[in-house]
């Protein structure tokens, strides 16, 4: 059975992408991240959705992103900011995490390597855009170049490990739509930055994500405070 | 002043591309990481390092790259191999950590973005070569391309951090040498696999290292078992 790891944060996106590497009948190998974020609380979510894909192996990478510093999201000292979500591309948010997705998808690419599976799965997007630089369709593109000479499978043996980006071109609305019809349990999901029980509504990742249930339609199953 | 982040493993090749980039001018940022590598000893060499060049800051990351698997140098039960000083290309030892230098060069680049620095510096070389894809000179090219898209600080703002890799085109022999001359305090270092007190001059690091020093016509100052 073909092998796909999928970085696996326990919000909308991410459920989604695993999904959609699920229905492509590949066999999930899932990895997530404690890196001293404020909402660690999304860890469980990303928990009950690999279980709920019947997910081979789910591992947990710790590690320590605060000491490196800059972000809303990592940093207890700086305030997580309203949301916007009309964002223009100049317009980063202190949510911004340094080069978060470059060191997830290198980690991704490694545990890739070591199980030796065909693909990576990351649910980025850029059309309801979070104002991250490394969501954009050219962040992949050049991550895509880099992976076919950073690893012994692809530099020797010559395998490349594909990385799949099956949101980057959809709106918020698009991405609910497509998770309730591919049947994600979107209640065990969680995409608020502040880190509650309950999603705080006003931040920008709750707003795409409201945004996108609005548009679409449908009611949003988790609890808002 | 302008900064520097610094990958620090207290080894040789990482001691000398510190100084370099002190005698460049720059502040340096050391970055270590404490990956679970069974040489967790090179630590102590990296801080004594970092302190001898005055860093302004040393960051420890933490992450346990152990639960990635695939390397003699993160799992106890795959043996450190014996050393082979003149290995082949396609010939990469167990002791490759699947993209340790794209996840570690990921977290320098989110490190320098951080602080505003200009430069990230890296010790890799690939003529007395480790064997490991990720220390060639076309994975660094292919990093650069991504470094410049990858960032909030080159996406938006159009500022490059530039990617330095000092000895890159240098035998282990011309590092010794330089390392000589630039007054690295070659005593300090760390650059066994194994990870005891004394290194065991039979793996691969080990091997290369010897070789450098025997060429430059140098004592190595380390006690070997």
């Known amino acids: 059975m073909k092998k796909a790891v999928v970085l696996l944060s326990g919000g909308l996106d991410s459920s989604t992408c695993t999904a959609v590497a699920k229905k492509e009948g590949y066999e999930i190998y899932a990895i997530s991240f404690d890196y001293h974020q404020r909402h660690k609380i999304e860890l469980k979510s990303a928990k009950a959705?690999?279980?709920f894909y019947g997910a081979k192996k789910h591992i947990f990478i710790e590690t320590n992103m605060d000491a490196i510093g800059g972000s809303a999201l990592t940093d207890g000292n700086i305030t997580v900011p309203e949301g916007d979500a009309n964002r223009s591309f100049n317009d980063v948010p202190d949510t911004y995490v340094p080069a978060r997705n470059l060191i997830f998808l290198s980690y991704a690419l490694a545990y890739a390597e070591a199980i030796e599976a065909e693909?990576?799965?990351?649910?980025?997007?850029?059309?309801?855009?979070?104002?991250?630089?490394?969501?954009r369709p050219e962040f992949i593109e050049k991550f895509r170049e880099l992976a076919d000479v950073a690893t012994k499978i692809s530099a020797v043996d010559k395998k490349?490990?594909?990385?799949?980006?099956?949101?980057?071109n959809l709106s918020k609305k698009e991405i609910v739509l497509s998770a309730t019809e591919l049947g994600?349990?979107?209640e065990l999901t969680h995409s608020c930055y502040v880190g509650g029980e309950k999603a705080c509504g006003v931040c920008d990742s709750c707003k795409l994500r409201l945004k996108g249930f609005a548009e679409a339609g449908i009611k949003d199953p988790v609890p808002y405070a």
Chains 1, 2 share one sequence.
């Open 49 to 51: 959705i690999a279980d």
């Open 119 to 135: 693909a990576v799965f990351i649910g980025i997007n850029s059309v309801d855009y979070s104002g991250y630089p490394d969501c």
């Open 160 to 168: 490349k490990i594909k990385i799949e980006t099956p949101l980057l």
């Open 184 to 186: 994600v349990p979107l």
